[in-house]
């Protein structure tokens, strides 16, 4: 994990920056519940966007791997939106 | 038994027969996990008005009363160095009357559905207004929380500190609302008129908080448990869980289904010398381990 952490820096370093952001105002926005939904779909765009850039950068890009981004962040969005329900 | 287990290694461990990762991760799997989870909301939403020999299975029991939301108001107020408000008798009629009329009505908004706004029930109660102001609350566990939540609101905090009311109204009524067993409260503000003064009902509307939640209303069997003011604590059987405990519960586990799955994926792919291309386990992980954080320390309650 380590190693893949070094490799790729920046990615994960711009990574975090973007989800500590999310939950910052996923928090902030209580108890405007519109709002973080808003966010949490913007918190699922990113992580797909970040996933699609990372793995154009490396070439290691397919049309399985996009899927699999769009799954988990579908997933994770979804966990949120419906939390907020 | 081998067959089980064969499954089991298949959703879990990479090997040939999932090409080499697990099968939960891959999207086709992810997208069925998608199904789960929502199928899991809509069903605690079919079944919310299951009940036990000893009440109600789900829904929402809080501590809230009157008197510490009047306090807690009065405090928020002191901070900006405004008067404290004043238990009004007619006011509180009229925040009971709205109140019970969302139970019987069955909505979530301060409009009802027949178009019977809050100062409907406020001049009912024999209460001549100058200005007038409502806000709602529902879901919460206790009083400092839901003060928050509205403090936390523009709309709300307008309300709350505004210099032009005198009075003040609380009610707090347990009953079932859209399925649940759960606490409203209603918070009327006011000032009278003075003798011979008509009520500007344009300043009532300015004060309106305006942000209810959109919810659809079902006109269905209405069932007020309490009419009169029930302290929190008082109500003899709460029910045994909160919808929003059991999907936080439920949410979590397959977070960690998925997490424990992704770090074993990490573990055993980074022992071996294959070379795979699909998506990052360490974004994957760091994902949900915000999404976790963020389900943990979400707080519930609805404010109106």
Known sequence: MLKELNKHKLAYIILIIGLVLGVILFLGAWPDRQTQRMVAISIAVFYLLWGILTHFKTNQITGRVVLEYFGIGTLAGLLLILVTL | MRKLSDIVAHIF?????????????????LFFVVLIAS?????????????????SILGYASTITPKQVIEATNQERAQLGLKP????QSLTQAALAKGQNMFTDQYWSHTAPDGVEPWYFIQQAGYQYRVAGENLARDFA???NMVAAWMASPTHRANIVNSKYEEIGIA????SLEGYETTLVVQMFGTQAGVGAKPVLGDADEAKVVQASGDAVKRSQASILASLLVPGGQVESPPLFTPLQLTKAFFLAVIILIVSTLIYDTFIIGNRDSIRIVGKNLAHIFLFI???YLIIFFRGGVVG
């Open chain 2, 13 to 29: 461990h990479p090997r040939r027969s999932n090409n080499h990762r697990p099968r939960l991760l891959h999207p086709e799997a």
């Open chain 2, 39 to 55: 199928g899991f909301v809509a069903l605690l939403h079919l079944f919310s008005g299951l009940t036990s020999a000893n009440g």
């Open chain 2, 85 to 88: 408000l004043q238990l009004n």
């Open chain 2, 142 to 144: 206790n009083t400092p």
């Open chain 2, 172 to 175: 707090v009524i347990d009953g």
């Open chain 2, 290 to 292: 915000a999404v976790m």
